[in-house]
């Protein structure tokens, strides 16, 4: 089955710093989604990626989607306590629909003054 | 307003007692998900469902059980053959199309006793 390696697992990055976590696939990526959660809490969507070479911006998180490397990386810029939490991608595991969609491993980001 | 509901929030189970986790959504979404998620861990696919009974194994499925008789509700029960039930669970619900995001439910976190 797909499998959707996440790094770094956890990252510690002071405020007004700017971050970025990767994304990679052990399989073909037809698209690809980015949530965050709050400890404890369901996952809140960010962004949905399905073109290579796509990116797409929201206030200060930015997300890109490289086919070619089976990977997406999402940056955020000048960090705030707000932005801290658990950082998951997910993609479908086929082209032919819905089907199968499962998540990385997450990685925890934690913000410091 | 239109979402996802889990319930309960919190669920204590004795050891070798079966337990049903509630997961409701009136978005009218087909496809319907089940994952597990272990503490500073990912999420694990247990049981998809992409139309009204019709249901299929994820990553995960050993020890657990779903059924799909009505599009607004799939509910996860985990048997006593799950070795180590003690875990957050989230349900999400998706229209059956690539590019659509899926909304989760706020989770059920289950202890066993």
């Known amino acids: 089955s797909q499998e959707l390696e996440q790094s770094p697992q956890s990252l510690i990055v002071q405020e007004g710093k700017n971050l970025t976590i990767n994304c990679t696939s052990s399989k073909t990526l037809y698209g690809l989604y980015w949530y965050k959660q709050k400890y404890g809490e369901g996952l809140i969507f960010l962004m949905m990626l399905q073109k290579g070479g796509e990116e797409k911006s929201h206030e200060k998180i930015t997300a890109k989607l490289d086919e070619k490397k089976q990977q997406s990386s999402l940056h955020i810029t000048a960090s705030q306590p707000s932005h801290a939490g658990i950082y998951l991608c997910?993609?479908?595991?086929?082209?032919?629909?819905?089907?199968?969609?499962?998540f990385g491993t997450g990685t925890r980001l934690t913000i410091i003054p | 307003d239109g979402g996802i509901t889990q319930s309960p929030k919190y669920l204590f189970r004795k050891e070798g007692q079966n337990v049903t986790l509630s997961c409701e959504q009136n978005?009218?979404?087909?496809?319907m998900y089940w994952y597990r998620q272990d503490p500073g861990q990912g999420l694990r696919l247990i049981y998809y469902?992409?139309?009204?009974?019709?249901?299929q194994k994820g990553d995960i499925a050993e020890g657990y059980s779903v059924s799909r008789e009505k599009k607004e509700s799939f509910p996860l029960t985990v048997t006593s053959a799950q070795k180590n039930p003690t875990a957050f669970y989230l349900c999400?619900?998706?229209?059956?199309?690539?590019?659509?995001?899926?909304?989760f439910g706020q989770g059920t976190r289950l202890t066993v006793v």
């Open positions: 997910g993609a479908h595991q086929s082209n032919f629909g819905n089907e199968k969609l499962t």
């Open positions: 978005l009218n979404h087909d496809a």
């Open positions: 999400a619900s998706s229209i059956p199309l690539r590019n659509t995001e899926a909304f």
């Open positions: 469902s992409q139309i009204v009974n019709d249901f």
